[in-house]
C-alpha cells in the first residue's frame, strides 16, 4: 500500500514537472498557433546552461538555474523576433522553421558538450519522510518550484494586461491588433516566456533524471502527449493531463516495466486526437 | 453517403429537382439556433431569404448543402431523404451551394476551374447549355487563361457562380452572391439568376441584404429571425408587414446600443 | 504517331520524364566509376528517393506528414521477417509485399487519421511513427525488439542471390524507378483532384468531389513508397533495426522534398542527392549533420519556398523574360467552334506548381 501511495508521490511529481514543460508548448499553440518542435531542445538547453554554469562557472545551483532560464528565454525571443515572426501567419512554415531551429541546437549542444551524460546532480539529497511514505527531497524541492511557477503563470495570464493581450492575441489576432495590441512586440515575448518555462524544467529535473543531448526527442514527444490529450490552446486541460501522463508513467514504470505504459499512452492519444481533435479541453479544431 | 428512401408522400411522384425542408431545428448544446423551418423549393423558383444578422441565413444554407446535420427535421430532394446525406454526396446528388466570399481554385486558370467542375460534378467534358452566354456576359471568356485569385474580386465572385452553374445543378444555393460586389457590377447577379431560369430551370435559393436585388429578383421571399421564419411571401409585401419591419430595427437598435 | 507521342509526353509531365531519365542513367554509373565509396553513396540516394516521394504525394494534398519512417518500418519488416522466417527472398514479391503491407495498413488509419489537417495532422503522423517504432522494441518475437533482426537472405531475382554491391545498387534503382513510375501515374492521373484538394477542399466537395477518397488513395500510395524505401534499406544492409525508424528521422525525409522543392517530382531526387551527400561528407563529423539540415531548412523557409528545383525554374523564367507562369496544364473546354478558334493552344509546362 505504502508502495502504492508512494509511487503516486512519484507520479504527481512528475506531473507537475509534466505541466511545467508542457505549459510553455501549449502557452505557444494557444497564442500563436505554433507548434514548437524546439521545445525539447529548450529543454536539454536548460539543463545545460545549468550544468555549465554549476561546472564550469561555479555558480550556486539556484543561480544556474536563473541562468538556464534567461539563457532560453533570450534564445527563444530572439529567435521568434528575427526568424519566426517573418512566417508566423502561415503555420507549417513556422513549423518547418522550430524544427530547423531544434536541428541547429541539438547539433550546437552535441558539439558543445559531447554525447556523454555528464555528471550534473542535484544539490540536495536525502529522502522526505512521513510515516511509511517517501518521496526524494529534490523531488520534493523541484515540485514546489514547478507549483509557485505554474501559479505565477496563471497569475500572469489571468490577471495581468500582459496576460489578456497575449489572450486575446489568440484568439483573433488581427482583431487585436485593431484594438490596439501589438502583437509583432507581444509574440516574442510570449515565445521566450514558452522557452524560458521549457529551460527552467530542464535545468529543475535533469539533475535528478539525467542529462543528455539526445532527451530532446522523447521529451518533445512527451509534451506533445500531454498537450494534445489536453487539449492544443488549453493550459487547464495540459495541466490534468500532464499529471494522468505523469500518473501513468509512474505506475506502469513500476507495475509494468518497459515502455508499455508509454506504449499504452500513445495509442490512447492517437485515438483521442482522432476522436476528439481538440482533445479534453482544447479549442475547436477548425482544419488547418 | 447518400441514402435513397422514398418520402412521406409517395404516390405523389415528386419532380427531381423538388426540394422538401420539413420542420428543420438546429440545437448547439442548449442553444436553438434554428427551429421549425419549413418550405418548399420547386424547380424554377427564387426563393429570397433576407433576415437581420445572426438570423440564421448561412446556417440554412449550411444544413440545406450538408456542412451541417440539422438535430431536428427532414429535408428530401426528388422524394429521397437527404437529411443525412454528407456534403459531397449532395452536391453529386445536385444540391448545389456558392461562397459568400470568393471561391475558386486560387492559383489556376479560369479554364481550369472551370474544367474541374465540369470533371467533379458529372465527369465529362462538356459543360452544360448556356455556358458560352454566360461567359461572354460575364467578361470571362477573354480571360480564360489568367489566374483566378489575379482577377478583379468581381471577376473572381462571378467565376465562383459559373462554376456553380457548371455542375448543372438541381438546386442552386446563393449565399450573398452579391456581397462584396460595387453597385454597378450588381447587376451581373440578376443576369445570373435569369440565365440559369432560362436555361437550367432550377430552383434557386438567394440568402441576401442587398433588398433591391431581392425585390428584383424573388417572386417570394421568406424573413428569418432567430432562427425562425417570421413571415413569407411576395417582398412587396412581406417587407412592408410592421413586424418584420420591428425585427430588422430590433436589430438595429441592439447595435447602436453596443456602440 | 508524334502526336500521340506529344500527348503522350504531355501526360507524364517534363519534370517527370526527367526524373525516370536520371534514375535510368544510374543504371550507367558501375561503368564510370568502381570506387565502392560512390556506389554506397548512390545507393544511399536511391533508398531515400522513394521516402521522399512518399513525402512528395502527401504535400500535393496538402499534407505534411511525418509518418514515413513508420510505413518504411511496415514495408522493411515485411520483407526482413518473410525473408528470415519464411525464407522467401524473391526480389518482386518482396518489392510487392513492402508496398502492399504499408498501403493496406494504411486504409484503416487514413479512416482515422485523413480528417484532420494541417499541423494536427503532423502530430498525429509524428505519433504514428512513435508508437510504431515503441511496437517495433515491444514485440520481440515478431521483431526481434532491440536486437532487430539481422542476417537477411540476400533478395533473389529469378534465382539469382543479388548479393555484391552492385547488385544491391540495381535493384535500389529498380525500387526508384519504381516508385517513380508509381508516383508520376498517381500525381498525373490525379493532377487536378490533388491540386483541388490542395487549393480549395471545400469548393472541390461542393462541386461534387468525394475528396476523402483521393486523400484515401494518395495516403496508402505514399504509405506503399516509404514501404518500397523500406525494404531498399533493409536489403542494403541485410538488417531491420527499429534504430532505422526514428520518429525524428521523418524529418530527414521531409527535408529532402521540401530542400529539393516539393513543386515538382523532380525536387525530392534533387533534394535526395545533395542532403544525403551532404550527410556523407560529414561523414567523420557526423553530428554536425543535423545542424547543417536544420540550417538548410530555415533558409529554405525562409527565402527559397520552391526549393532548389522551383527557385531555378522561377529564376530561368524570369531571365528568358517570358511572361510564362508556372500553371498547371489546363483541360481543354470544348466550347463552340467560333470560340475554339480564339483559344490559345494549351501551352506545355515545364514544371508544375
Given at each position: ?288 | ?259 | ?294 540550417l538548410l531548412i530555415i533558409i529554405v523557409v525562409l527565402a527559397m519556398k520552391d526549393g532548389i528545383v522551383g527557385t531555378a525554374i522561377k529564376l530561368a523564367q524570369r531571365y528568358r523574360g517570358r511572361s510564362r ?29
Amino acid at each position: 500500500m505504502e508502495s502504492f501511495v508512494s509511487t503516486g508521490l512519484i507520479g504527481v511529481s512528475l506531473g507537475v514537472q509534466y505541466a511545467l514543460l508542457a505549459l510553455g508548448f501549449t502557452l505557444i499553440f494557444g497564442i500563436l498557433g505554433v507548434v514548437n518542435f524546439s521545445h525539447g531542445g529548450f529543454y536539454v538547453l536548460g539543463g545545460y546552461v545549468a550544468y555549465a554554469s554549476v561546472h564550469y562557472l561555479g555558480a550556486p545551483y539556484p543561480l544556474a538555474v536563473v541562468l538556464a532560464v534567461l539563457a532560453s528565454g533570450i534564445l527563444g525571443y530572439l529567435f521568434e523576433l528575427f526568424l519566426l515572426e517573418r512566417v508566423v501567419e502561415d503555420h507549417l512554415s513556422t513549423l518547418m522553421l522550430t524544427l530547423g531551429l531544434f536541428l541547429v541546437m541539438s547539433t550546437g549542444i552535441l558539439v558543445t558538450f559531447g554525447p556523454e551524460s555528464p555528471q550534473f546532480t542535484f544539490p540536495v539529497t536525502g529522502t522526505w519522510r512521513y510515516g511509511n511514505y517517501y518521496l526524494p527531497k529534490e523531488n520534493l524541492i523541484v515540485l514546489s518550484v514547478c507549483v509557485v511557477t505554474i501559479g505565477a503563470v496563471y497569475l500572469l495570464m489571468y490577471k495581468t494586461d500582459f496576460g489578456r493581450a497575449l489572450r486575446a492575441l489568440a484568439d483573433d489576432r488581427r482583431v487585436a491588433a485593431a484594438q490596439g495590441i501589438r502583437p509583432r512586440l507581444l509574440f516574442p515575448l510570449a515565445f521566450a516566456l514558452a522557452t524560458a518555462l521549457a529551460g527552467l524544467t530542464g535545468a529543475l529535473v535533469t539533475p535528478i533524471l539525467c542529462l543528455a543531448p539526445h532527451l530532446a526527442d522523447p521529451v518533445l514527444a512527451t509534451s506533445f502527449l500531454i498537450v494534445i490529450l489536453g487539449g492544443l490552446g488549453s493550459v487547464g486541460g495540459a495541466t490534468l493531463a500532464a499529471f494522468i501522463v505523469g500518473m501513468v508513467e509512474a505506475y506502469s514504470s513500476v507495475y509494468l516495466g518497459g515502455s508499455k505504459g508509454a506504449l499504452a499512452l500513445f495509442v490512447f492519444v492517437l485515438i483521442m486526437l482522432v476522436i476528439r481533435p481538440s482533445g479534453l479541453f482544447g479549442q475547436e479544431v477548425h482544419g488547418a | 453517403m447518400a441514402t435513397a428512401s422514398t418520402s412521406v408522400t409517395a404516390g405523389k411522384a415528386q419532380h427531381e429537382g423538388e426540394l422538401h425542408v420539413d420542420a428543420i431545428g438546429k440545437q448547439f448544446g442548449g442553444l436553438k439556433v434554428f427551429d421549425q423551418v419549413s418550405f418548399k423549393l420547386l424547380p424554377g423558383d427564387i426563393l429570397g431569404v433576407v433576415g437581420p444578422n445572426g438570423a440564421g441565413k448561412t446556417t440554412l444554407i449550411n444544413i440545406i448543402s450538408g456542412l451541417l446535420f440539422p438535430t431536428h427535421g427532414r429535408i428530401t430532394l426528388g422524394g429521397h431523404d437527404i437529411t443525412r446525406t454528407v456534403f459531397h454526396g449532395r452536391s453529386r446528388m445536385g444540391v448545389i451551394r456558392s461562397f459568400q466570399q470568393t471561391s475558386t481554385f486560387r492559383p489556376a486558370t479560369v479554364r481550369e476551374n472551370i474544367a474541374r467542375a465540369i470533371r467533379f460534378s458529372h465527369g465529362s467534358e462538356m459543360p452544360p447549355r448556356g455556358m458560352d452566354a454566360l461567359m461572354k456576359r460575364f467578361e470571362l471568356s477573354d480571360r480564360l487563361d489568367e489566374q483566378s485569385d489575379k482577377l478583379p474580386y468581381g471577376l473572381q465572385k462571378m467565376l465562383g457562380l459559373v462554376l456553380a452553374y457548371v455542375t448543372s445543378p438541381k438546386v442552386l444555393l446563393l449565399d450573398e452572391p452579391a456581397a462584396g460586389l460595387e453597385i454597378r457590377e450588381r447587376g451581373r447577379v440578376d443576369d445570373f439568376v435569369h440565365h440559369v431560369r432560362e436555361e437550367l430551370g432550377c430552383g434557386m435559393l438567394i440568402v441576401e441584404h442587398d433588398m433591391d436585388l431581392i425585390r428584383r429578383l424573388c417572386p417570394q421571399i421568406m424573413v428569418l429571425d432567430s432562427g425562425r421564419i417570421l413571415a413569407e411571401g411576395p417582398p412587396a409585401d412581406v417587407l412592408a408587414r410592421p413586424e418584420v419591419i420591428a425585427a430588422y430595427m430590433g436589430a438595429a437598435e441592439e447595435v447602436a446600443e453596443q456602440c | 504517331m508524334t502526336d500521340r507521342f506529344r500527348s503522350f509526353v504531355r501526360f507524364c509531365g517534363a519534370a517527370e520524364l526527367t526524373s525516370i531519365g536520371i534514375l535510368v542513367l544510374a543504371f550507367g554509373i558501375p561503368l564510370l566509376s568502381s570506387s565502392p565509396f560512390l556506389v554506397s553513396l548512390v545507393t544511399q540516394i536511391l533508398i531515400a528517393i522513394p521516402a521522399a516521394f512518399s513525402v512528395y504525394v502527401m504535400l500535393r494534398m496538402d499534407l505534411m506528414t511525418f509518418a514515413v519512417p513508420a510505413f518504411m518500418a511496415m514495408g522493411a519488416y515485411s520483407a526482413a521477417i518473410v525473408g528470415l522466417r519464411a525464407g522467401i527472398t524473391d526480389t518482386i514479391v518482396l518489392t510487392a509485399l513492402s508496398f502492399a503491407v504499408p498501403a493496406l495498413v494504411a486504409l484503416p488509419l487514413g479512416a482515422l487519421v485523413l480528417r484532420l489537417r494541417g499541423v494536427y495532422f503532423v502530430l498525429v503522423t509524428f505519433l504514428l511513427s512513435q508508437i510504431t517504432q515503441l511496437l517495433l522494441f515491444e514485440t520481440p518475437k515478431l521483431t526481434g525488439g532491440s536486437n532487430g533482426l539481422a542476417g537477411m537472405p540476400a533478395t533473389t531475382l529469378f534465382g539469382v542471390a543479388l548479393e555484391d554491391n552492385r547488385a544491391v545498387l540495381f535493384l535500389a534503382i529498380a525500387l526508384a524507378l519504381l516508385a517513380a513510375a508509381i508516383t508520376m501515374v498517381l500525381t498525373r492521373y490525379y493532377r487536378q483532384h490533388f491540386a483541388a484538394i490542395k487549393e480549395n477542399q471545400i469548393l472541390a466537395e461542393s462541386l461534387g468531389l468525394v475528396v476523402w477518397h483521393y486523400k484515401m488513395l494518395g495516403f496508402a500510395v505514399a504509405a506503399g513508397l516509404a514501404g518500397i524505401a523500406g525494404f531498399s534499406l533493409v536489403n542494403m544492409l541485410l538488417t531491420a533495426h527499429p534504430s532505422s525508424f526514428s520518429a525524428m528521422s521523418s524529418v530527414d525525409y521531409i527535408a529532402y522534398t521540401i530542400v529539393g522543392g516539393a513543386g515538382s517530382m523532380f525536387g525530392p531526387i534533387v533534394g535526395s542527392a545533395l542532403l544525403v551527400t551532404a550527410n556523407n561528407m560529414f561523414s567523420n563529423r557526423g553530428e554536425y549533420s543535423p545542424g547543417f539540415f536544420g540550417l538548410l531548412i530555415i533558409i529554405v523557409v525562409l527565402a527559397m519556398k520552391d526549393g532548389i528545383v522551383g527557385t531555378a525554374i522561377k529564376l530561368a523564367q524570369r531571365y528568358r523574360g517570358r511572361s510564362r507562369r508556372i500553371v498547371l496544364t489546363p483541360t481543354q473546354i470544348p466550347l463552340q467552334p467560333a470560340a475554339a478558334a480564339e483559344q490559345t493552344p494549351v501551352a506545355d509546362q515545364t514544371v508544375e506548381r
